[in-house]
């Protein structure tokens, strides 16, 4: 992606991985909330608290806990999840 905020993540994870980045089935594009895609049939999305919400995924206390706090700490944070469950947060 050529998002901004995709820069950093993209640029971290080709400095990680010894193969080329795999490339989502479908992808969708929620602009200004993230993005939605779908790789080996899992609905994957990272994006916004308001983006998981409309997706009717739930953010846990211990989630929103790290949210508020990367926040606080000036970051931009962002919700990782998978087939429903929010399973991490990116924060740049």
């Given amino acids: 992606s050529e998002h901004p905020l995709a820069r950093p993540i993209v640029a971290a ?3 990680r991985l010894s193969e ?4 989502p089935e479908q ?13 080996q049939g899992n609905a994957i999305g990272v994006g916004t608290p308001a983006l998981m919400a409309e997706r009717g995924i739930a953010i846990t206390p211990e989630a929103n ?3 508020d706090r990367l926040r606080s700490d000036g970051k931009t944070v962002m919700l990782v999840a998978v087939n429903a469950e929010v399973i991490g947060l990116l924060a740049v």
Avoid: K, S
């Fill in 65 to 67: 806990h790290h949210l």
């Fill in 27 to 39: 992808g969708e594009a929620v602009p200004g909330h993230g993005v939605w895609a779908t790789w």
């Fill in 13 to 15: 994870a080709r400095e």
């Fill in 20 to 23: 080329p980045i795999p490339q």
